[in-house]
C-alpha cells in the first residue's frame, strides 16, 4: 500500500511497524457511540494488522487501513479503512473516524475522498459501500460530500456493543466517479 497525499491529510498505511500509533487512536473517547470498536491489547492488534494483505491491487481482499494525519508536524487524527469481501472482491466497504479536535475540518471528506480515487483506481472496484447509524447525522453528511447515494435500511444490519442496530447503506458506483471526475477536469479546464 502506498502513501496517499491530500490538501491537508497525509494517509499512511497501517502496518506492523506503525500498529500501535493507531491502537492509541483507538483508545481515544468519543469513537464508540454509532460503531463497534473491539478493545483488545496492543499486543493483539499488531498481531492483527501483520496477518492483513499488503498490496490493494485488484482482486486483493482483507482488511486495507490508512492513519490520518495532519498539523505541523503531521499527527495521527483518525483512520480510514477499506474492506474487501472474499465473496464480493468488486466491492469494498469503507469506515472513518477522527478524534474529537479534528473534527469540524472537512479532514474526513478529504480522506475519504483520497481513498475512493485509491480504490477505484489501484484495487479497480466497481462499487464502495458504508453503512452508518441513521441517527450519525455527521457521517452522513460526509457521505453527501463525497457522492455518496442513500440505497436502504438495512434491518439489524450491524452490532453495537451487543445490540442490534438498523443501519442505512450508502453507496458509489465506478461509473458515478468517473462522471464526477470528468466534470470536475473539465470544469479545472475551463477555468
Ligand atoms: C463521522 C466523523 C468522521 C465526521 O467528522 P466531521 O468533522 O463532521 O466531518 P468532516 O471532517 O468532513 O468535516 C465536516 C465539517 O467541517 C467543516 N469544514 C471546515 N472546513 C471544511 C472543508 N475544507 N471542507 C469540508 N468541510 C469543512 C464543515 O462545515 C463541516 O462542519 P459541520 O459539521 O459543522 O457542518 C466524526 O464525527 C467521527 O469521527 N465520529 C466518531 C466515529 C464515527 O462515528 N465514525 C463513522 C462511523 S460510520
Redesign the pocket.
Known amino acids: 500500500m502506498r502513501v496517499l497525499h491530500a490538501e491537508h491529510l497525509t494517509l499512511v498505511p497501517v502496518e506492523a511497524r506503525n500498529a500501535r500509533e493507531l491502537w492509541e487512536v483507538l483508545n481515544a473517547p468519543?469513537?464508540r457511540?454509532?460503531?463497534d470498536i473491539p478493545r483488545v491489547r496492543a499486543e493483539e492488534f499488531e498481531r492483527q494488522v501483520r496477518a492483513r494483505p499488503k498490496a490493494l491491487r485488484p482482486g486483493a481482499t482483507g482488511r486495507f487501513e490508512w492513519l490520518v494525519k495532519a498539523g505541523e508536524p503531521q499527527d495521527a487524527v483518525?483512520w480510514i479503512s477499506l474492506r474487501v469481501n472474499d465473496r464480493t472482491p468488486r466491492v469494498g466497504e469503507v469506515?472513518?473516524?477522527?478524534i474529537l479536535a479534528a473534527?469540524?475540518?472537512?479532514?474526513?471528506?478529504e480522506a475519504l475522498g483520497t481513498v475512493i480515487d485509491e480504490s477505484f483506481e489501484s484495487a479497480e472496484l466497481d462499487e464502495i459501500q458504508a453503512c452508518?447509524v441513521p441517527e450519525?447525522v455527521?457521517?452522513r453528511?460526509?457521505l453527501d460530500?463525497t457522492g455518496f447515494r442513500e440505497e436502504r435500511l438495512l434491518r439489524s444490519g450491524a452490532v453495537i456493543r451487543g445490540r442490534h442496530v438498523d443501519v442505512l447503506l450508502f453507496t458509489i458506483t465506478r461509473a458515478t466517479w468517473d462522471r464526477a471526475r470528468r466534470e470536475s477536469l473539465s470544469r479545472a479546464g475551463n477555468r
Open positions: 468519543d469513537l457511540k454509532y460503531q483518525g469506515g472513518y473516524s477522527l473534527r469540524g475540518k472537512g479532514y474526513a471528506s452508518i450519525n455527521a457521517s453528511a460526509v460530500r
